[in-house]
C-alpha cells in the first residue's frame, strides 16, 4: 500500500506540469485544446530519441518542451489566422501529431534502458517537488504581468480586451504554446521516468488534465491564481492516489484505467453541481419559513387590532 501511494505521489507530481497545461488552455483561455494528446506524446518521442543518439538529458528535455511550443503555435494559428473553430483546430493537430510523431520515433516505441536521463542520478520524487513549485511559481508571476493580464482577460471576455486595443490572436497563441509546452515537457519527463516512450502514450491525457484540474478546483477552490494553480497540481496527486487504491480493488484490472479516470471525473463535476442545489433549496426553505412567519405575525398583529 505504502508503496503504491509513493508511487502515486511520484507519477502526480510527474503529471502536475501536464495539468497546469490544461488549466492554461481550458481556465485561463476557455479553449477546448485536444492538442493535448498529441504534443504529449511530442514531447516523450523528441526526448527519447534524442537521448538514444546521445544527446545530453537536459537538453533533450528542453528541446521536446520546443516542441510542444511549436504544436500550440499551430494550433493557434490554425485558430485565429485560418479562422477554424477552436475544437476542431485542436483535433486537426492532434490527428497531424500522431504521424509526426510516428515520423519522429521511427517505430511505435523507443526503449531508453540502459540510458542515461535526468533521474538516472537523482529520483522523481526528490527532484520533481522544486521543478513542479519552480514552474507553479513562475506561472503565478507571469498572470500578473501586463501580458498575463491581458491572456486571463481574453478568455473572460474577447470583445472586452479587444476594445483596450490588446490583440487576442497573439495572446490565444501565446496561452496554447505555453500549455502545450508544458504538456510536452511532462511528456519528457514520463518517457525518462518510465525508460520508454510510446506512440499511444498520449491518449486520454486530455481526460487526465482535466480530472486533475477539476480535483483540485473542488478541494481548493479557485479563488485566485495561485489557488488555481496549486489546485491543479494537488488535483493531479490526488488524481494519481485515486487511481493507484481503486487499482487495488480484486475486481479492477489495469485496463479499467479509463474507465475509472471517466467515473472520478464524473464525481468531481456532480458533486459540486449538487452541493449549490443542496444549499438552495436550503436557503428556499429557509426563506419560505421566514416568509411564513412574517405573515403569521402580521395577520395576528393586524387582528388583534
Do not use: C, H
Given at each position: 500500500?505504502?508503496?503504491?501511494?509513493?508511487?502515486?505521489?511520484?507519477?502526480?507530481?510527474?503529471?502536475?506540469?501536464?495539468?497546469?497545461?490544461?488549466?492554461?488552455?481550458?481556465?485561463?483561455?476557455?479553449?477546448?485544446?485536444?492538442?493535448?494528446?498529441?504534443?504529449?506524446?511530442?514531447?516523450g518521442a523528441i526526448a527519447a530519441v534524442m537521448i538514444t543518439k546521445g544527446a545530453d538529458p537536459l537538453t533533450a528535455t528542453l528541446l521536446a518542451c520546443c516542441g510542444g511550443i511549436l504544436a500550440g503555435i499551430v494550433t493557434g494559428l490554425l485558430h485565429t489566422k485560418g479562422r477554424i473553430n477552436g475544437l476542431l483546430s485542436g483535433i486537426l493537430m492532434m490527428i497531424a501529431l500522431h504521424s509526426i510523431n510516428m515520423r519522429i520515433l521511427g517505430k511505435p516505441n523507443v526503449a531508453l534502458l540502459g540510458e542515461k536521463t535526468i533521474f538516472s542520478s537523482i529520483s522523481p520524487l526528490w527532484l520533481m517537488p522544486f521543478v513542479v513549485l519552480a514552474i507553479k511559481l513562475l506561472l503565478d508571476l507571469f498572470f500578473k504581468t501586463d501580458i498575463g493580464l491581458a491572456l486571463r482577460a481574453t478568455g473572460d471576455n474577447k470583445r472586452m480586451i479587444r476594445s483596450f486595443g490588446a490583440h487576442t490572436d497573439s495572446t490565444i497563441i501565446l496561452g496554447l504554446s505555453l500549455s502545450n509546452g508544458l504538456v510536452a515537457l511532462s511528456g519528457a519527463l514520463i518517457a525518462q521516468q518510465s525508460q520508454f516512450a510510446d506512440i499511444s502514450s498520449g491518449i486520454g491525457m486530455i481526460v487526465i488534465g482535466l480530472a486533475s484540474v477539476i480535483i483540485g478546483e473542488a478541494i481548493l477552490g479557485a479563488r485566485t491564481v495561485f489557488f488555481a494553480t496549486l489546485a491543479a497540481v494537488i488535483g493531479s496527486i490526488v488524481y494519481r492516489?485515486?487511481?493507484?487504491?481503486?487499482?487495488?480493488?480484486?475486481?479492477?484490472?489495469?485496463?479499467?484505467?479509463?474507465?475509472?479516470?471517466?467515473v472520478i471525473v464524473i464525481v468531481a463535476l456532480v458533486l459540486p453541481s449538487m452541493r449549490r442545489a443542496s444549499k438552495q433549496r436550503t436557503l428556499g426553505r429557509r426563506r419560505s419559513r421566514e416568509i411564513v412567519e412574517t405573515t403569521g405575525e402580521n395577520a395576528g398583529f393586524g387582528g388583534g387590532r
Open positions: 500500500m505504502v508503496n503504491s501511494l509513493i508511487g502515486a505521489l511520484e507519477s502526480g507530481l510527474l503529471y502536475a506540469l501536464m495539468a497546469l497545461g490544461v488549466y492554461i488552455t481550458f481556465r485561463i483561455l476557455d479553449f477546448p485544446d485536444l492538442t493535448v494528446d498529441g504534443s504529449f506524446t511530442t514531447g492516489m485515486v487511481v493507484a487504491l481503486a487499482l487495488r480493488i480484486d475486481w479492477f484490472e489495469q485496463t479499467d484505467l479509463k474507465l475509472i479516470t471517466a
